[in-house]
């Protein structure tokens, strides 16, 4: 456009040079002429689509991108088990016992005024008699003064020691496709539009929910983006951020925030840092502000970022037919710091640290009810259910009850060396802080405490049966800390890269890890090992294909919740222990990919 | 979902194959990124001699054109300090990071 023009000016102002100098040739003139009036019209053409361009640019105000991932995996599960149990009070139970033993069934005299011993003084048709005869090893355990303070009462009629069935499972393939769109806008000089619409369906599914087996299964708001919910296009992301506020070195960001994909685990997804705060803590799709401040030029150090975060995790109020004013919840609040402590593009070094206080039993969410559960929590509607057996009813869940604080900290570091090789280290730590109160499934790493209790069955108005009933206190209030370690190590390759990795997650490591997209479920939020070896072909800069697999080794069951206590997977396969859910002892998932950055 | 693990396999072969022709090829980033800062950055900042240049200055395809333009003088510019190979990685560094690149997912 400028060389144009400048060469139209040059013509104009040699013109009449060329004028005078040739005054006798009158053809040179018309030529010279006629090429003005060429180039003049080709300069209007021109100005015409510039103009065209102009408006688009300003009206075209989202820079869309992104990327379309298609999956197979292979998924093996060996030593799955499913024991769902109660804990009950045993010591309420002796005092209640041995408060009103003639009530419940027990003469402690016996029939000749000895002291009885051991479940000798049962008395035939009692309460105590019935329970002994369906649990006779509980009952043995329990008059001979050998329980804990706690026990655990199976819901499927196993008695003590008895062990649950367990079975193998293999999902040879299921197939996934992911896709995202991401958005980015200038609002102003200092102001930017970030957003990404998110996609992640299994082939064949598009109902968006899943029967409910594992929290991995629950349609919830924070793990909507790394979870198989259909083919709806999902706002994982939507953000601003306003930077350098009154010429500072500040910004403010406010919206659904970037809180995934977060380092260091970019490096298995191929792609450059995808979200703010550590991977290894947070990886979950979180409404929130943050504000930062850009300490590179204030300390020196290359990178330095603070930022000071605020969120929201669950609304107690609004929606939760709150008019009938019957809500005991409170809202749930997150806080914490982020820092990135130095960062040139090869070493980086980050803190991150935060709470989450009133956090509630479970978010709001959605499922698929299982018949199982249905069976056992609902025995009334499933006389009825029982009939449509390939029919789940689909249930809005919503927390009952505040059940205490998460506290989260850790320290990652990632390097890059000239080479191409790139490895890492994360340590992560948290601290499940209950208040003593428990919901359906549990308080804050406990269970619901159960109270045995008389019950009439049969309505001839006298006691014959003993039952648990649940008191909502949880069945131990103790602060828990759990930590996790994750390491791993990129090196270029044939075609492309191999990566190994590794990571560990303590009996009450609890992150906020759900959202990551592993089928099988977050590897980073295990409660045990997980290894994991991937080849990335890079077929070109905008496509790759990762074949690789995952090895889980469960050591505790609950990865990835707060909620219930943590339980031993070889007690439960055992039948030492239970599991509301069930449990799976070892799993391998082997997948390949091919993934499309657009 | 069962179907024969003969399907992953076949698309394990698939994925080697297609990609044994293909190859991600060019300079080092890193290393550019590392003698872009030492070398390129004494002129090309805000009111120095060359005008400011950072990657986000120009698309990839407007870096290649640069660099294919502009390689030689800048050579001549810094007189032996780069060699060719370098002028590649600097190239791959900035194309790497251009404005129309991938970039980091972070706020602010």
Same mark, same amino acid.
């Given at each position: 456009m400028r060389t144009l023009f400048t060469l139209l000016l040059t013509v104009l102002l040699l013109l009449p040079v060329t004028a005078v100098a040739a005054t006798d040739e009158a053809g040179t003139i018309d030529e010279l002429r006629k090429q003005v009036k060429d180039l003049s019209a080709e300069l209007e053409d021109i100005s015409d689509r510039v103009d065209k361009n102009e408006r688009h640019t300003a009206l075209d105000r989202i820079n869309w991108y992104g990327d379309f991932r298609v999956k197979a995996d292979t998924l093996h599960y060996s030593d799955t088990a499913w024991n769902p149990g109660v804990a009950v009070d045993l010591n309420q139970f002796a005092t209640d016992v041995f408060s009103d033993p003639p009530t419940w069934g027990f003469d402690p005299l016996g029939i000749d005024g000895i002291p009885m011993t051991g479940d000798e003084g049962i008395i035939p048709g009692s309460p105590l008699a019935n329970f002994a005869a369906q649990f006779p090893n509980h009952a043995n355990a329990f008059f001979s003064g050998n329980v804990p303070a706690i026990g655990y009462l199976s819901m499927l009629g196993l008695d003590l020691g008895d062990r649950p069935e367990k079975s193998d499972l293999d999902n040879d393939v299921l197939y996934t496709t992911r896709m995202r769109l991401g958005m980015k806008a200038n609002v102003w000089k200092n102001v930017n539009f970030s957003g990404r619409l998110s996609m992640y369906k299994n082939w064949g599914d598009s109902t968006g929910i899943k029967v409910f087996d594992s929290w991995n299964s629950f349609t919830m708001d924070g793990t909507n983006g790394g979870n198989t919910t259909g083919d709806w296009l999902r706002v994982e992301r939507a953000y601003f951020d306003w930077k350098n506020i009154g010429g500072s070195n500040f910004y403010l960001s406010i919206g659904r925030r970037p809180s995934t994909y977060g380092p260091p685990s970019q490096f298995r997804e191929n792609e450059m840092r995808g979200g703010t705060p550590s991977g290894h803590l947070v990886h979950f799709n979180f409404d929130g502000i943050t504000v930062g401040y850009h300490l590179a030029e204030l300390t020196?150090?290359?990178?330095m970022t603070a930022r000071i975060c605020y969120g929201q995790g669950f609304e107690s109020e609004w929606g939760n037919g709150e008019r009938f004013n019957n809500i005991t919840t409170e809202d749930t609040h997150l806080g914490g710091l982020n820092l990135d402590i130095y960062n040139d593009g090869m070493t980086f070094v980050q803190l991150t640290a935060f709470a989450a206080l009133d956090v509630v039993d479970g978010f709001k969410g959605t499922f698929a009810f299982p018949a199982e559960l249905v069976e056992l929590f609902a025995p009334t509607i499933n006389q009825d259910a029982a009939n449509f057996p390939n029919m789940n009813f689909m249930v809005r869940y919503q927390p009952s009850t505040v059940v205490g604080d998460m506290y989260l900290g850790g320290l990652g570091f990632t390097r890059e060396e000239m080479n191409g090789v790139k490895y890492f280290g994360s340590f992560g730590w948290t601290r499940l802080d209950p208040n003593g109160k428990a919901g359906l499934f549990g308080g804050m790493a406990s269970d619901n405490l159960y109270q045995a209790v008389l019950m009439d069955t049969d309505g001839d108005g006298t006691a014959d049966s003993i039952v648990p009933v649940p008191t909502n206190k949880a069945a131990d209030d103790s602060t828990q800390d759990g930590y996790g370690v994750y390491v791993g190590v990129q090196v270029p390759a044939p075609m492309g890269k191999f990566g190994l990795e590794y990571n560990y997650g303590s009996e =009450?490591?609890?992150? =906020?890890?759900?959202?990551? #997209? #592993?089928v099988i479920g977050s590897k980073l939020a295990t409660r045990g090992h997980v290894g994991e070896a991937y080849y990335i072909f890079d077929i070109n800069p905008k496509m790759f294909i990762k074949v690789g697999g995952i090895y889980y080794d469960y050591k505790y069951t609950g990865s990835g919740s707060p909620v219930g206590k943590p339980q031993k997977i070889d007690d439960v396969l055992d039948g030492k222990a239970f599991s509301m859910l069930p449990v799976v002892d070892t799993a391998w998932d082997g997948y390949a990919s091919l993934t499309v950055k657009f | 979902m069962k179907k024969s693990t003969r399907i992953l396999a076949v698309l394990f072969l698939a994925a080697l194959f297609t990609t044994s022709a293909l190859a991600a090829e060019g300079g080092n980033s890193r290393k550019g990124k590392y003698l872009y800062k030492k070398n390129c950055k004494t002129c090309h900042v805000a009111g120095a001699e060359g005008g400011e240049l950072t990657p986000l200055s120009k698309t990839q395809a407007q870096w290649d054109r640069f660099f294919k333009k502009n390689a030689a003088d800048c050579l001549e510019h810094v007189k032996g300090k780069l060699t060719g190979q370098d002028m590649t990685d600097i190239n791959q560094f900035l194309f790497d990071h251009a404005a129309d690149s991938d970039q980091p997912e972070t706020c602010g």
């Open positions: 020196g150090i290359e990178g =009450f490591w609890t992150p =906020f890890t759900q959202a990551q #997209d #592993d | -």
